[in-house]
C-alpha cells in the first residue's frame, strides 16, 4: 500500500475559485429563479379559523401564493421516513397547515415573487385566523396530559424507552459521594 | 430579511435635515445604520420616511471645546477608537468605543447613533452619563442641550422629540482614574452587565430600562435587572457586585 | 458607484440592500449573505478600502464610493491575494461559505494592524462566523498573511 497521502498534508484542488468568490452556492445560481417566503403561526397551537390570501395575490409581482387547500396533497400529513420501533404514535405535519397548527413557526402560505422584497411585502398581506388552544410545550408539562397536543395520541406519549447498563442501585448504594443535577436540553433536530 | 418600503431622503445639509423631520411624519434618521437597518431588515422598524445623513457635509469632526470632546453626528466609532484626542482626553471614550461590536460594525456606526437609539446593553449612553456629559439637539425649532441624565427615558427611548437631530455629543475631559467592565457571552456581544466608573462616580448599563447612576459602596441597591436566556437577575446583581469591586480596586 | 474599479449606474431601487445589489444586479456572487442582521459576517466588502457590512447599507448609499469585493482582490488569471492565499495554505477554508467575508476582514484587519498580537487576531476576526473549520486554521492564516505580505 502506497504511504503517498499518509502522514504528509495535502493541498485543496477546490480552493482557488472559492477563495475568488467563484463558488456556486444555491442562492448564486440566478437563472431566472424566483423567491420564496413563508407565513407562519406566531401561535404554538391554535386552531386556524381563516386564510385569505387574496390581497397577497393581487400584489404586484406575486406569482402565486399557496395554502393547503390549493395544494393536492394539501390534507395529506408528511412521512414518517425513519420510523424508531419504540414510536408507538409517530406524528408528523403536513406541508402547509390547514386545520391546526403545532407549533410556532408552523408554515400556513407559501408565496412566490419576483424577489424576496416583494415576497415578504406579500406575506404580510396573507391573514390568517386564529383560535389560540392550550399550550404544551415542555416535556413536564406535556407528561400531566391535561391537553393533547395530537387528539389521538393518548397521554401525548410518541414513544417510551429506557436503557440500563449494569446495577444502578448498587452503584448509587456504594458511591462515596451523590449528586443530583437537573438538566435542559434543547430540541437538537426536529 | 428584507427592509419594508420607505420613501428614502438624502438630504445635504442640516436644515434639510432638520425640514424634513419637521415636515415628514413618521420619520428616521439614518447614520452609521449599524442598528436601524438591522430593525429595517426584521421589519421591527416601519419608517415611512428615511432621512438619510451620510451626505451632510461637515458633520464628521472630533475636537476639543469647554473641557471636553465634541464628537458630531457623522463621527465613526472607528474614527473616535483611532483618535489621538481621544486617548489622551478621554481614555475612558478610547476604551469603551472598542467594546462596541466588532470593527467592521465600528466603521459605520457613529457615536450619537448610539446615543440616540439608547439600548440599555449598550456602553457609550453609560460613558456620557457617568460623565456628566450632554448632547445637543437640532430642529426646526432651534438648538438645545440636553444633559445626559435627562437623556435617557426607557428602552431605545430618549428625549430627543421625532424632529430633533442629536448633532453632537460632548463628554467632559477625565484622565483618571476610570474603568468599564462588562460581562458578555463572546467578545463583540451586547453585554449581559456592565459599569463605568469615571472618578469616582459609576454608571451601570444592561440592568435597567436605560443606563443607571449608582453609588459604588453598593451599587446593586434598588435594582431589578430582567432576566432572560442569557442572564438571570441574580446573575446580573453578582456582575454589577463583582465588576464594581474590580472597578474601584485600582 | 465604483466597484472593483468599474463605474456602475446608481441603484435605482432605494430599499435595495448592498448586498442583494452586488449579487444580483452586477452578478458579483462572491459576497454572501448569511443573517442580514450584521453578526455572521459573511457579507463583509470594502468601502474606500475599510470593512463594512454590505447587508447594512441600502445599495444608493455606496454612490460616491468605491467598493471593493471579494472578486477585486485579485483579478482573473492574477496569483491570488497574500490573505487570499494563507487561507488556502493553513487550511482556513471548509465549505468557503464565510470565506469571503473572512478574507475582506482581515484585508481590514491588516490594514490596521500590519502585525496583530494573538488577541487582535482573535478581536479581529471575532465578527466572523465559521461553522465549518473551527477558527484555529483562521487565526493561522492570519499569521501566514503577516508573513506572506513581508
Given amino acids: ?190 | 430579511m428584507k427592509p419594508p418600503p420607505f420613501e428614502y431622503h438624502a438630504p445635504t445639509t442640516v436644515d434639510e435635515v432638520c425640514s424634513l423631520l419637521g415636515s415628514q411624519e413618521d420619520a428616521k434618521v439614518l447614520a452609521g445604520g449599524q442598528s436601524l437597518v438591522p430593525l429595517l431588515n426584521f421589519r421591527l422598524a416601519r419608517p415611512r420616511h428615511l432621512v438619510d445623513i451620510n451626505r451632510v457635509a461637515g458633520l464628521d469632526r472630533i475636537y476639543q471645546r469647554d473641557g471636553g470632546i465634541a464628537v458630531q453626528a457623522l463621527a465613526r466609532q472607528a474614527e473616535v477608537e483611532d483618535s489621538q484626542l481621544v486617548a489622551r482626553l478621554c481614555p475612558l471614550l478610547s476604551a469603551a468605543v472598542r467594546l462596541v461590536a466588532h470593527r467592521v460594525i465600528r466603521n459605520r456606526g457613529t457615536v450619537c447613533g448610539s446615543l440616540a437609539h439608547a439600548d440599555p446593553a449598550s456602553e457609550l449612553p453609560a460613558v456620557i452619563l457617568a460623565l456628566g456629559g450632554h448632547v445637543i439637539a437640532r430642529s426646526v425649532r432651534g438648538e438645545r442641550l440636553i444633559a445626559a441624565e435627562q437623556l435617557f427615558k426607557g428602552v431605545f427611548e430618549t428625549a430627543l422629540a421625532p424632529d430633533e437631530l442629536l448633532v453632537e455629543a460632548w463628554f467632559p475631559e477625565l484622565i483618571d482614574p476610570y474603568a468599564i467592565l462588562e460581562e458578555s457571552r463572546r467578545h463583540g456581544d451586547f453585554a449581559l452587565a456592565g459599569v463605568v466608573r469615571a472618578g469616582q462616580h459609576l454608571a451601570l448599563f444592561g440592568v435597567a430600562p436605560t443606563p443607571v447612576i449608582a453609588d459604588p459602596k453598593d451599587p446593586a441597591a434598588g435594582l431589578q435587572p430582567s432576566g432572560d436566556l442569557e442572564a438571570s437577575p441574580e446573575f446580573r446583581l453578582r456582575l454589577v457586585r463583582v465588576l464594581t469591586q474590580r472597578a474601584f480596586a485600582a | ?150
Fill in chain 3, 1 to 150: 458607484m465604483k466597484v472593483n474599479g468599474v463605474d456602475h449606474p446608481a441603484p435605482t431601487d432605494t430599499r435595495r440592500l448592498l448586498s442583494d445589489h452586488l449579487r444580483h444586479d452586477l452578478d458579483l456572487t462572491g459576497t454572501h449573505v448569511g443573517c442580514e442582521h450584521g453578526v455572521c459576517g459573511c457579507c463583509t466588502v470594502l468601502l474606500d478600502g475599510a470593512p463594512i457590512r454590505s447587508c447594512l447599507m441600502l445599495a444608493v448609499q455606496a454612490e460616491g464610493h468605491e467598493v471593493t469585493t471579494i472578486e477585486g482582490l485579485a483579478r482573473d488569471g492574477e496569483p491570488l491575494h497574500p490573505v487570499q492565499q494563507a487561507f488556502h495554505e493553513c487550511h482556513a477554508l471548509q465549505c468557503g461559505f464565510c470565506t469571503p467575508g473572512f478574507v475582506m476582514s482581515v484585508v481590514g484587519l491588516l490594514a490596521q494592524h500590519a502585525k496583530p498580537s494573538a488577541q487582535e487576531i482573535d478581536e479581529g476576526i471575532a465578527g466572523n462566523l465559521c461553522r465549518c473549520t473551527g477558527y484555529a486554521s483562521i487565526r493561522r492564516a492570519v499569521d501566514r498573511a503577516v508573513e506572506l505580505k513581508k
Fill in chain 1, 1 to 190: 500500500m502506497t504511504t503517498r497521502w499518509f502522514g504528509a498534508p495535502v493541498q485543496r484542488v477546490e480552493d482557488d475559485r472559492l477563495l475568488r468568490g467563484h463558488g456556486r452556492f444555491t442562492d448564486d445560481i440566478a437563472e431566472g429563479a424566483l423567491e420564496c417566503c413563508f407565513v407562519r403561526s406566531p401561535h404554538a397551537h391554535a386552531r386556524i379559523t381563516s386564510i385569505d390570501v387574496a390581497a397577497a395575490r393581487e400584489l404586484p409581482g406575486v406569482l402565486a401564493v399557496y395554502t393547503a387547500a390549493d395544494l393536492p396533497f394539501g390534507d395529506v400529513d408528511l412521512p414518517l421516513l425513519i420510523p424508531h420501533p419504540n414510536l408507538t404514535h409517530g406524528r408528523t405535519q403536513r406541508c402547509l397547515a390547514s386545520e391546526i397548527v403545532r407549533y410556532a413557526g408552523e408554515a400556513v402560505a407559501f408565496v412566490v415573487a419576483e424577489s424576496r422584497y416583494v415576497a415578504e411585502d406579500a406575506a404580510e398581506l396573507v391573514q390568517v385566523e386564529y383560535e389560540p388552544l392550550p399550550v404544551v410545550i415542555t416535556p413536564e408539562v406535556a407528561a400531566a396530559a391535561e391537553h393533547l397536543v395530537h387528539d389521538d395520541v393518548p397521554g401525548n406519549v410518541a414513544a417510551e424507552m429506557a436503557q440500563e447498563a449494569g446495577d444502578v442501585e448498587a452503584a448509587l448504594a456504594k458511591a462515596p459521594r451523590r449528586k443530583k443535577l437537573h438538566f435542559r436540553y434543547e430540541r437538537g433536530a426536529a
